[in-house]
């Protein structure tokens, strides 16, 4: 196998023993055959649309009741070929369908790999192109200028994939985020502050911090957790400020598992990558692939030293099993001694108290231990241990032992087992605990800190009890979102792993459904939701209960894993769900499904539904690979259909934005990457023009058009969010204040009209308007950097601390109003010459749910940027989300009154 093997990509990805591509694809489209005996149709919820085998160790497995396509099949991509081979063949798990429905719509058209350098370009593009300084045209209804407004939540976070103490900082930890980049807490995680938001990925792998220098961060970008919900990354990023910045070396992997500083050569660093082991000896800044014997094509797993030793060293390989240096690394042989060669992707670890007493957590089997009492030597399996992983090792498999209580060992998988005394007896303490577990960390004490698909948890008596601590995490990650037409602020949406959430004003943010969630619609207190395989939910009552709403649907029908749902803007009691057919209902309230059109293409789910503001007889049906229709009699008891493709891309119809006048006009948006993205159409399909302009090559997710302005677009794409004002010729970045997650839905609040994103990785944001002209500071000397946004409720304080590393001034000034009146000068309240060391608590005035805007200038010297955050949740002293210094860049000191 060559240093650079697909498949040995697909299983430091995927982590399955050795997958064989299979043979020729299925040649015949209208193939719909019976499925084999041994298949049954299951009509529990969930399942609709595939075949699920009796429940088996893995739990249950999906198959396509329709044939996989040809064009499928002809992809470059090995990862995606994987997740063909297990969906044809039956065994495709829940995290497979979920892989392969975010990676189909990237790969099409599937005869070309995903560009390399994407990520790169498109950001320089987001940060370099500046739209106006001055409001949109009278009639527009989008505002030009202003800022994007973190919304949460901030209490239901996404994939934890990395954890690092900070070495000489107590209480300092440093959490990685599936796409949500880097967090760190300073105070053992009671706050949590963002230390990546404009870097070309938020992809995260694994963390790491210098252990001689505290203000040394490591950042290993992309996940290799075989969760395909993300991309891969740009290499290691460090950062010798604390995250402040950061600086990229060479992208020698796209995916990461580890990141360990060597325990005893200074600025040696070893990194767990996509193809072996890699190696750094100048603190991250260049690296080389680790050879001497060690394998270099698939992944390494981990890599753990002796304490007492620190040049000898285990390595796992990703279905290569256990390797063993003892010289630093320099050269490396196969552990053998018992334990098997193939451990599929595992994971390793020690004793610091007695390193002779070694574990490997196997990918076998459903999760294997195996244990070493005499430095590894020898191996035995461990008997009595659980199958913690449910079969989907390749995605959550992490081992630990207690560093100073060597019988204590830490299995994680999908939830938490423990064993006191060496394995002989185990004990499940997952109670409370999000399930699917990717990073831990132990201390002596009895401390550990586990990293799960649900967050940061903590535990101080050795695992027997956990309280979480990842409040504060905006990390969410949505697949879709929705506004609410009769409600101001109400705000909804489906997640990975996280369920589907609603926001109100009174009340915040709540799950109301578990699993994995998708799109929603919304209208006062009937609200649509869905969770995997586009499994309908309907509620009554505002989301404080659901009930099946799939009634009339065929069960044997093929549904993505997030399915569209499209609410007729006229009418909230109609709407329309697509399978590989259409289905459409009148009567919300018992959603009695009736299909309005068959299956045109029997391997083809449908991926956009749009309805017609202008005209609500007009719908408009886009599909998969690239398939368009539209009729003109949607209500009618059956409605008619022209195909309207004419000569467009064969790629998969992510939405359409129909005209907010014309019934004839749409935008179609194309998913992938390749042109034409977004095409335009006057005349229902007779015609269409390329309003791609100049936009970057990155996935589109979302557009929306301003009703007052159409030329006025705004797109929304897997690396922030840009704008058009004239027709989509010229394109800019209008992602001030949005980190550079992936946008997945934006619209305009169908009954406030605020623009809305929806991210997958950093959670929801809202577009606040700013003042005419450019932000000026109080004094009117400087202009400002950024502000610091808080909601407030009556008798709310703002916990403001100035961090003594990143804060230059001595004193400094805290003045705050709304928008308008701090970007004009005229700003309704100021605390004068905060002190830099210590924490100050300020009583802030103001209605209850108002948005206050914060600046802060040195009083004192030229002030220099720095760390900030935001929050503050109530009446109560507030318990995270600290503001720093440096929201406002200041050269000069700025008089307070």
Not at 748 to 753: Q, Y
Request: net charge negative; charged share 20%; glycine share 14%.
């Amino acid at each position: 196998m060559s240093a650079k093997s697909p498949i040995a990509a697909i299983l430091f990805l995927l982590s399955v023993a050795s997958p064989t591509l299979a043979g020729d694809p299925p040649q015949d489209l209208d193939d719909h055959t019976a499925p084999p005996a041994e298949w049954v149709r299951r009509t529990e919820p969930g399942l609709p649309g595939m075949l699920a085998a009796t429940p088996t160790p893995k739990g249950l497995l999906y198959k396509r009741w329709t044939p996989i396509a040809p064009e499928e099949w002809s992809t470059p991509d090995p990862t995606y070929r994987w997740l063909l081979t297990q969906i044809d063949a039956g065994v495709a798990d829940a995290r497979v369908m979920r892989m392969h429905y975010w990676l189909k719509q990237r790969l099409t058209p599937f005869d070309r790999p995903i560009p390399d350098g994407w990520r790169q370009r498109a950001l320089s593009r987001l940060l370099s192109a500046r739209g106006p300084s001055q409001p949109a045209t009278a009639a527009g209804q989008i505002p030009a200028i202003g800022r994007w407004i973190p919304v949460g939540p901030t209490t239901i976070p996404g994939r934890v994939t990395g954890l690092s103490y900070v070495p000489g900082r107590p209480g300092w930890i440093l959490a990685g985020m599936a796409d949500g980049g880097v967090f760190l807490s300073r105070d053992h995680g009671g706050s949590w502050e963002p230390l990546t938001q404009r870097e070309a990925t938020q992809a995260t792998g694994a963390v790491a911090a210098d252990p001689h220098d505290p203000s040394l961060f490591f950042w290993a970008t992309g996940e290799g957790n075989g969760a395909i919900d993300n991309y891969g990354g740009i290499g290691v990023l460090r950062s010798e400020d604390a995250g402040r910045t950061w600086t990229a070396s060479d992208a020698f992997s796209s995916v990461f598992r580890c990141l360990h500083p060597d325990p005893a050569v200074r600025d040696r660093i070893w990194a767990c990558g996509q193809y072996g082991l890699y190696r750094s000896d100048d603190s991250a800044r260049t690296w080389v692939q680790v050879g001497g014997g060690l394998p270099t094509d698939t992944g390494a797993t981990n890599v753990i030293f002796r304490p007492d030793d620190p040049s000898v060293m285990f390595a796992g390989m990703w279905n290569r099993g256990v390797w063993k240096s003892t010289d630093g690394g320099a050269n490396w042989t196969q552990v053998g001694g018992g334990l098997p060669s193939d451990l599929a992707r595992m994971d390793l670890a020690l004793c610091e108290r007695n390193p002779d007493i070694m574990v490997v957590a196997s990918g076998l089997n459903g999760g294997d231990l195996w244990k070493s009492t005499d430095g590894g030597a020898t191996w035995s399996e461990v008997a009595s241990a659980p199958d913690h992983c449910g079969g989907q090792c390749w995605y959550d498999n992490v081992v630990a032992i207690a560093p100073d209580d060597c019988d204590t060992i830490y299995l994680h998988g999908v939830g938490i087992h423990i064993s006191r005394d060496g394995g002989q007896t185990w004990e499940g303490t997952s109670s409370g605990v999000h399930v699917d577990h990717h990073a831990i960390l132990v201390a002596p004490g009895g401390e550990v800190i586990a990293g799960s698909d649900g967050g940061v948890f903590l535990s101080t008596d050795y695992g027997r009890t956990y309280t979480r601590i990842s409040d504060g995490l905006p990390t969410t990650q949505y697949y879709g979102g929705c506004g609410n037409d009769a409600l101001a602020g109400w705000l909804g949406g489906g997640t990975q792993d996280n369920g589907s959430h609603r926001y109100r004003d009174t009340d915040g943010w709540r799950q109301v459904l578990g699993g994995d969630g998708g799109m929603c619609a919304a209208s006062g207190d009937k609200i649509l939701m869905e969770y995997q395989n586009t499994n309908l939910q309907r509620s009554l009552n505002g989301g404080n209960g659901f009930q099946d709403a799939n009634t009339g649907i065929r069960s044997q029908d093929p549904r993505a894993w997030v399915g569209i749902i499209e609410k007729d803007p006229q009418d909230a009691n109609t709407l329309y769900v697509g399978t590989n057919r259409v289905y459409r209902t009148k009567d919300f309230h018992d959603t009695p499904w009736e299909e309005i059109l068959g299956p045109v293409f029997l391997s083809r789910m449908v991926s956009a539904l749009a309805v017609s503001p202008a005209d609500r007889n007009v719908l408009w049906v886009g599909y998969e690979a690239g398939g368009l229709f539209r009729s003109e009699n949607a209500l009618a008891p059956t409605p008619s259909f022209t195909d309207i493709r004419g000569g467009q891309p064969i790629r998969t119809i992510r939405r359409i934005v129909p005209h907010p006048s014309d019934p004839a006009a749409a935008w179609i948006i194309y998913s992938g990457f390749g042109y034409p993205k977004i095409t335009y159409t006057p005349d229902a399909g007779s015609t269409y023009t390329d309003v791609t302009g100049d936009l970057p090559d990155v996935p589109v997710n979302d557009l929306v058009v301003d009703p007052g302005d159409v030329n006025v677009l705004v797109a929304a794409t897997d690396l922030g969010i840009y704008r058009s004002d004239d027709g989509g010729a010229t394109w800019y970045g209008f992602s001030d204040g949005l980190p550079t997650a992936a946008v997945v839905e934006l619209f305009r609040h169908p009954n406030d009209g605020v623009l809305t994103a929806a991210t997958h990785g950093r959670s929801m944001f809202r577009f606040r308007a700013a003042a005419a002209g450019p932000i000026d500071v109080p004094d009117g000397r400087t202009v400002p950097g950024r502000e610091l946004v808080a909601e407030r409720t009556a008798g709310g304080e703002l916990w403001v601390r100035f961090d003594t590393e990143t804060c230059t001034a001595e004193r400094y000034h805290l003045f705050w109003g709304d928008l308008g009146a701090v970007s004009s000068g005229a700003y309704s309240g100021a605390v004068c010459d905060l002190d830099r060391g210590g924490e100050q608590v300020v009583p802030m005035p103001g209605a209850p749910g108002q948005s206050v805007f914060f600046l802060v200038a040195s009083a004192t010297a030229a002030g220099e940027e720095g760390p900030h955050g935001y929050d503050w949740q109530g009446a109560e002293r507030p318990h995270r989300g600290v503001g720093y210094c440096g929201v406002t860049v200041h050269q000069a000191p700025v008089a307070c009154p």
